[in-house]
């Protein structure tokens, strides 16, 4: 079945550091790839998605490219903020020809951003 | 702009109660969902749903839930009979379909049994 695989948190790093959460996935056919932020107490918010091979999803500073050689979507941030502080989840949504729209996540990531 | 709200934020509740969850989608989705996540673990899908009929769902989805569309507005998932490990928090979430796949979740109920 369909799989997310994601670092290991948590993640501690200090105000402008360089950020790197590694995402590989498992999945059959071309999925749709996605990076879901879940802030303290709040819900799933959708950070940023792509939809194909080499397609570069960017939102608020953050980037993620869809490498399907390496079935990697790993998420970057040049300059990290306390702001940043949340749960970064990993997910994916098989092609819709397979006719399935569920989201398969990672188990999350922990960021902490210190000052 | 637009969002998927639920209610309630908490609901607590003895073991063998029925509850009900409530969200209201995103007026011109298509497409609804529940997931849920226990303390600590991954986000699990449970059921999706689209033109007033399940479309998918997961193994955990098993006899005690089901799913309804109510009216135009609403979407709501019954647990019938409440176990300890229902214990979680339980995220609607829509999406327009078509080629749009992007999924918006609601806030989220904690449903917390007892």
């Known amino acids: 079945g369909d799989s997310v695989t994601q670092m290991e948190g948590p993640v501690t790093l200090s105000e402008e550091a360089f950020l790197t959460i590694n995402c590989t996935y498992t999945a059959t056919g071309y999925p749709s790839l996605f990076w879901y932020v879940q802030y303290p107490g709040e819900g799933l918010q959708l950070l940023l998605k792509a939809t194909k091979a080499d397609d570069k999803g960017s939102n608020k500073g953050f980037e993620a490219t869809y490498r399907k050689e390496t079935t990697s979507f790993h998420l970057e941030k040049g300059s990290v903020q306390v702001s940043d502080s949340a749960v970064y989840f990993c997910a994916l949504i098989r092609h819709a020809e397979a006719g399935s729209y569920q989201l398969t996540f990672g188990k999350g990531t922990k960021l902490s951003v210190i000052p | 702009e637009p969002e998927v709200t639920q209610t309630p934020s908490h609901q607590v509740t003895q073991m063998g109660q029925e509850v009900i969850l409530r969200c209201v989608p995103i007026?011109?989705?298509?497409?609804f969902y529940w997931y849920r996540q226990i303390l600590g673990q991954k986000v699990e899908f449970l059921v999706s749903?689209?033109?007033?009929?399940?479309?998918?769902k997961s193994e955990i989805f098993d006899d005690q839930f089901s799913v309804e569309r109510p009216d135009g507005s609403n979407f709501t998932l019954k647990i019938r009979s409440t176990k300890l490990e229902d214990s979680a928090m339980y995220f609607c979430?829509?999406?327009?379909?078509?080629?749009?796949?992007?999924?918006?979740f609601g806030p989220g109920t904690r449903l917390t049994v007892t």
């Open positions: 749903f689209y033109n007033n009929e399940i479309s998918e």
């Open positions: 007026s011109n989705h298509l497409y």
């Open positions: 979430a829509s999406s327009a379909g078509g080629v749009s796949y992007e999924q918006y």
